[in-house]
């Protein structure tokens, strides 16, 4: 009796802390976010735990035993479930379910672990499922990010560069070609401000979504970045040649795009076209020469195409050398100001000076402002080069006139980018002030393009300028858009010819007519006429025959140092 009572203490003891390790597990289980499935085979019991009302909305959790439960899943939707349950094997398993209860897809990872006894019979089985929805569209967009590019859906760079890799080494093995091509919408910028960058964003998607129908698997489409897409085509022959995919663009670009809004914008391309291995045999560097000759070509011309020559990469690289050394430059100071002197026709009395920056390179003695300036005007060091220009030029001229009590014009050259700053019009007015000029004996030249591309705001700085007194002057008129028409409505006191009429004016009619109607049009606006580049005596004549009032070039005087400028200056006394 005794011992019945020890041994029913024992159990009851047992009894209780079993009932305590189930409480534990149960309560362990049910604060995680999985599900459990237990199975044992040996008693033919199914035991549910955890979160399973989260993930199921059929009755299992009720389901005691293992035939129900094989009853059950048999009836289910749950393939996965029913995988996980007949599996013979332990591990994971992820799969995609349609989730009633969450009314979405849903990913969840089954983990499957399986007892064996030593017959290596099993005994018992734990599932474990885990929603992992949110982790695997995290996964998914990560993985989306990393090679598409969200706005367009086209490839980005990074994967772009990869799968241009894959063509290489498969061209190199082949002996083929494979062809970089980037296009870049011209004037991008201009329908971004003018259109709104939403509208911008709009034709981005849409031209790329043009482009992506070119996907193959011989041709691979990528949105580089903002206006510029890149193809690579492998082995470009037949249907897939550059110049075939060229003129089907071409062609499509004949017609505007429809915006959402019902705008439409029509739009124009340029391109630029590297090859494997005539380039280079390197994916990046490709990309990069496909750059160079599209920006290369930009400078030429809008609306072309234009491919990779050595001579293009050559002129780059001397590009990039001289960007340098025009940094070293502007921080030493080493520009210098020639000036060219100006007189009027017939009395060849001084009319004025232009002033022409040099630069003094150690390495190269002096570089051509025809080739630093343009460079200069790209990266933006036209900025401090062109404000040393204005204070170095009028603090001369105040210098000058003092000195020999003389008064002429002092022209500066004046870039867009100088011009379309904030501070461009109170800058030129302040050292008017500092070095107490004459307004009106500083000129200022702008070409025409200043005025393309903002042409109320630019004309009315001028305006403003010549209200003041300053004089502005239309520099190499006929190598822009010279129109006549608009001649009007610019706030203009001189005009000038450029060289490239005055060159051919005695041996070619029709530039003979031009340059005739451009001065008959400049006197009937009331403007003054300078021709430019004037280097013999019968050009000189000529334009005296035909009412042009000024001459500047080699025949009269070459740019010079300022000390030879002196000489003129003095003999004017
Ligand atoms: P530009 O303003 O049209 O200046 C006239 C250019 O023609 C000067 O070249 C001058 O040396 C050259 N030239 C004048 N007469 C003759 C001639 O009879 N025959 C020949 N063959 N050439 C003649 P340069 O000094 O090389 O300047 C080239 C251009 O660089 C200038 O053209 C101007 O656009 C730009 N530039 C020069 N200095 C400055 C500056 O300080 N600021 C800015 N923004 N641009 C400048
Ligand atoms: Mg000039
Ligand atoms: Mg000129």
Redesign the pocket.
Known sequence: MEEMRYQLDLLKAMNQKLSIKERMYRLICDSTTNAFLYCSFEKSEVVTLGRWSDYFDFEIKDIKELTRLTEAVEASYSLALRDAIYTEKSGSEYASLECPKKGSKTWFKFQVRIIYDENKRPTDKIISIDNITKIKFQNDELTYMAYYDTLTGLYNRNYFVRLLGEFVRAASDNNSIVSVMMLDIDDFKKINDSMGIVVGDEIIQQFGSYLKEFSNEHLIVCHMSSDVYCIAISDPVGAHSVEQIYNRIKKRLKKPFVLSDGRSVELDVSFGVAEYPEASTNALELINCAEIVLFNGKRLGKNSIQYFNSRVLSDFINSVEIEKKLKEAIFNSNFILHF?PQYYIGDNKLRGV????RWRDGDNGMI???VF?PIAEKNGA?IPI?NW?VEQSIKQYAEWSKKYGVHFIMS????ALQCSREDFVNGILSMIDRYSVNPSEIEL?VTESILIDDFDAISGKLSKLRAHGVRISL??FGTGFSSLSYLKRLPIDTLKID?SFIDTVLTDSSTRIITESIISMVKTLGYEAIA????DERQYRYLDSIGCDVV????LGK?QPPEDIESILGNMQ
């Open positions: 060219q232009e002033a022409l920056v051509s402002p025809a300036i036209i062109g220009v500066i050259n004046i870039s030249e520099d190499d060289k430019e580049g004037v280097e500047q070039g080699f025949l740019p």
